[in-house]
């Protein structure tokens, strides 16, 4: 399997060979040259398989170049009980994503969030660790990381290449804008490979710096960086893995289909399952949410694209979910026009000039039902709503992200056959948003067992300002 650039660059890279960075040279987007088709009787044997051995059946597709023994070895590494060890009472945490139902056969949750840090970026940040790790060794070489976050993306990608010898991690966070536990989450790790920066400003500022730093090729080169941010193909490819386990867990026959609810943002969750779909797997429709930051729902009800800017963008209580553009819609839109890339770049050029792009009364939109998409939004006050019915009716606690999802997976459940299970993706757990809970239930989350204490612990961050040069001499230093 080759990949290749949204934007048309003459490259064919391996799967390794893009492993590590980022945009292509062109500033695309990696795609696999063809989407692998997953056969009938592929499903049929797929069905009995655990978490591990359905990984490696569908990375295998889209990974050729690991031998195939070295790979099933990394997704046995990657997907074990002690990792997703914080399963909730009555799951399995072998069973790494188990299926919750809340109306058997009709709507359940898929548990993405029992990994190390709570959020469903383990999924896809374990499986890198180990792939970082098995690509460096073999090829002798070392790589710095370097990323922002505004929460779950940093410590899931810290807790996945800590201790890890060939990987070291710079990441920067906006100083005093994390709740007390995500700050604890990777302020605490004492790995001396990783390094927290608390930068003197906003996300967006953090963010900057690390585009300004990694657009200085000579620094990149020199200091060997690298970046695990979620346009990366591999953390789309490791994503794919759980619709098909969700799937297979929520439906007896592969004749059946099933609908699935995803709290979006950066559309790298739901594109995952856009590929899965593509795959072959039996979807019956992608319904997206998202919050107050409504661009992508905006676009699949009118057509128009229109990214905001970092002032247009709310601070809500569905953090992860706060983006005024999504960095992986690039990857969507590539098929909704054909798999075009002269089409691609001319709307992508549109909204340097313009701001937006708008394929409303184009043949390109019509595709949209094809594809199964639909979208909606939701609010603070569904939020609410949606985490104090849960707990109600079914005795479960849900995260704000998941709420989203709730709300909008009600507005089209009772659309869907009968026969079709609606699963929301659960992309966090309820104890990392405890004020929110509380604010809902009056009462909070009960906190697992390893992480009580965990704002307690000494922290090891380095607060600088907003400055590139500060951030690159703090790397130089210490690479
Ligand atoms: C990152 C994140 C999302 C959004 O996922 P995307 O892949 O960016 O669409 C939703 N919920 C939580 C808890 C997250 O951490």
């Given at each position: 399997m080759k990949y290749f650039s949204t934007r048309g660059h003459a490259a064919r890279p391996a799967f390794c060979d893009i492993l590590l960075g980022g945009l292509a040279p062109d500033g695309g987007l990696y795609l696999p040259e063809s989407i692998p088709a997953v056969s009938r009787a592929e499903l049929d044997a797929w069905r009995r398989l655990s978490y591990a051995e359905l990984a490696f059946e569908i990375l295998s597709k889209l990974i050729t170049d690991i031998p195939a023994d070295d790979?099933?070895?990394?997704?046995?590494?990657?997907?074990?009980a002690d990792a997703y060890r914080h399963a909730r009472a009555g799951e399995d945490p072998a069973r790494i994503a188990p299926l919750r139902w809340l109306e058997p056969g009709k709507l359940g949750l898929l548990a993405l969030s029992n990994g190390?840090?709570?959020?469903?970026?383990?999924?896809?940040?374990?499986?890198?660790?180990?792939?970082?790790?098995?690509?460096?060794?073999?090829?002798?070489?070392?790589?710095?990381?370097?990323?922002?976050?505004?929460?779950?993306?940093?410590?899931?990608?810290?807790?996945?290449?800590?201790?890890?010898?060939?990987v070291k991690v710079f990441m920067l966070s906006p100083h005093g804008k994390m709740s007390a536990f995500q700050r604890a989450q990777m302020y605490s790790l004492a790995d001396e490979?990783?390094?927290?920066?608390?930068?003197?400003g906003m996300f967006d500022d953090a963010q900057d710096i690390v585009k300004a730093v990694s657009s200085d090729a000579a620094?990149?080169?020199?200091?060997?960086?690298?970046?695990?941010?979620?346009?990366?193909?591999?953390?789309?490819?490791?994503?794919?893995?759980?619709?098909?386990y969700g799937y297979f867990a929520a439906t007896s026959s592969n004749a059946q289909q099933v609908a699935f609810c995803v709290p979006s943002g950066n559309f790298g969750n739901i594109?995952?399952?856009?590929?899965?779909?593509s795959m072959g797997l039996p979807v019956a429709r992608l319904i997206l949410a998202t919050n107050e930051n409504n661009v992508l729902d905006e676009f699949f009800r009118t057509g128009v694209?229109?990214?905001?800017?970092?002032?247009?963008?709310?601070?809500?209580s569905s953090p992860s979910m706060d983006i005024s553009k999504a960095s992986n819609f690039e990857r969507f839109v590539f098929d909704l026009v054909g798999r075009d890339p002269a089409a691609l770049v001319g709307l992508w050029e549109e909204i340097a000039a313009k701001g937006a792009f708008d394929l409303s009364g184009t043949?390109?939109?019509?595709?949209l039902p094809e594809f199964g998409f639909v979208s909606g939004t939701s609010t603070h006050a569904d939020r609410l709503t949606m985490i104090r019915n849960v707990h109600a009716r079914y005795g479960v606690m849900i995260d704000p992200h998941t709420a989203d999802g709730m709300k909008v997976a009600r507005q089209y459940l009772d659309d869907l056959p009968t026969d079709v299970p609606l699963l929301v993706l659960e992309t966090a757990q309820a104890a990392k948003f405890a004020d929110t809970l509380r604010e809902a239930l009056g009462c909070g989350p009960e906190i697992p067992v390893d992480l009580q204490g965990l704002e307690a612990l000494p922290q090891r961050v380095e607060?600088?300002?907003?400055?590139?040069?500060?951030?690159?001499a703090f790397i130089a230093e210490r690479v």
């Open positions: 790979l099933r070895d990394i997704c046995a590494r990657t997907y074990t190390p840090t709570l959020a469903f970026k383990d999924m896809a940040m374990q499986l890198l660790g180990h792939l970082f790790e098995y690509v460096l060794e073999k090829r002798g070489e070392t790589v710095n990381v370097l990323g922002a976050t505004s929460g779950d993306t940093g410590s899931a990608a810290e807790y996945a290449m800590r201790g890890k010898s060939r490979n990783i390094f927290n920066i608390a930068v003197t620094f990149k080169a020199r200091h060997r960086i690298g970046a695990v941010n979620s346009i990366n193909w591999a953390r789309v490819a490791a994503q794919v893995i759980y619709y098909f594109y995952a399952g856009h590929v899965a779909r694209y229109r990214p905001r800017k970092a002032s247009e963008t709310h601070v809500t043949p390109y939109l019509a595709r607060v600088l300002p907003p400055a590139v040069e500060a951030v690159k």
